[in-house]
């Protein structure tokens, strides 16, 4: 088990046993009206490069074979150096490090993702063909209240580029229900643009205030049992849409890395973020090839 503190960040990077965290910045000056993050965390403070590939090595000399890149705002990293770093001047340099195999990205601002971004990270093949882009709502009015800088059609373009960037990607999302003033017009906006992003996975909020935050003295609090049931419809439309992906892969191989034992069998993850399980064989913190036989309850089942 690799745990390491970072006193500076006030937290704690750790892992498992195939898989470790490692919090590249802290902090966010993005202010979404519901957020109470950058008034308790402050701005943002990125690590030196140098100090991550460092703690990246000493991760893969633990034999540990993917890590995570997370933050409070990934997206963020580098702009409060002088220097012109960014996001992907550390990808590019932990790509390097030997042992390591993926390097997952945990939930980034969709605006990141530029043609010119995607040119250099389509290079790095360790990347993970999957990204958690954090939409909130699918509808323009909503966004602007939630004080969330792009509009939906932009949200849009940045998923079209990583389906041509990625031919196998998988977005997976986070939205807000029931946020101040969401009328059933603008819930039913969400709904649509969501069919037509078509999101492998979906974790959906229902809105509770913040105190301090903008968004809980705002009008038109919506009512509980509203925003359960816009809460329903969208998790209904999530497990459609995972199983429809993990069928497309009934029959094909794919390349699992294996985490943990559960009963007779052990699983793990695709790049895609499909979770694999075959027989129990002493194949842990592998990556293998796995041909898929079904699908089941979320998961897929094959052989090695
Ligand atoms: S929701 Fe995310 S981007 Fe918005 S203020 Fe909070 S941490 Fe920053």
């Known amino acids: 088990m690799y745990q390491k503190e970072f006193l500076d960040f006030g937290t704690t990077s750790y892992t498992e046993k195939t898989r470790a965290v490692v919090k590249v910045q802290d902090g966010c000056d993005r202010f979404c009206s519901y957020c109470i993050i950058p008034y308790a965390r402050g701005h943002v403070r990125s690590r030196k490069i140098e100090s991550i590939v460092e703690e990246v090595k000493a991760i893969a000399e633990e034999g540990i074979k993917e890590v995570v890149i997370t933050g409070i705002h990934v997206a963020s990293y580098g702009k409060d150096f002088k220097e012109d770093i960014g996001l992907i001047d ?148 999530s497990r459609k849409n995972e199983i429809e992906h993990n069928e497309r892969y009934i029959g094909k191989e794919v390349e699992v890395l294996f985490e943990e034992r559960e009963g007779d069998y052990i699983k793990g993850h695709t790049t895609n973020y499909m979770v694999v399980k075959v027989p129990y064989k002493e194949i842990e913190n592998t990556i293998e090839k796995v041909k898929v036989e079904k699908e089941e309850n979320l998961e897929l089942v094959g052989n090695v």
């Open 90 to 237: 550390l990808l590019e340099e932990i790509n390097k490090i030997e042992g390591i195999k993926r390097i997952r990205l945990s939930s980034i601002e969709p605006t990141i993702i530029t043609e010119e971004f995607l040119a250099r990270l389509t290079k790095l093949e360790k990347i993970c063909d999957h990204f958690h882009l954090s939409l909130q709502s699918g509808c323009d009015e909503t966004l602007k209240r939630m004080n969330r800088r792009y509009t939906a059609e932009e949200f849009k373009e940045c998923t079209e580029l990583l389906k041509k960037a990625y031919p196998n990607v998988a977005l997976t999302t986070d939205i807000i229900v029931g946020f101040p003033g969401e009328t059933d017009e603008e819930f039913e906006k969400t709904y649509q643009f969501l069919k037509d992003i078509n999101f492998y996975m979906m974790h959906i909020f229902k809105y509770s205030p913040r105190k301090g935050t903008k968004a809980a003295v705002m009008a038109n609090q919506i009512d509980g049992k509203l925003k359960e049931e816009r809460s329903r419809r969208l998790i209904e439309l």
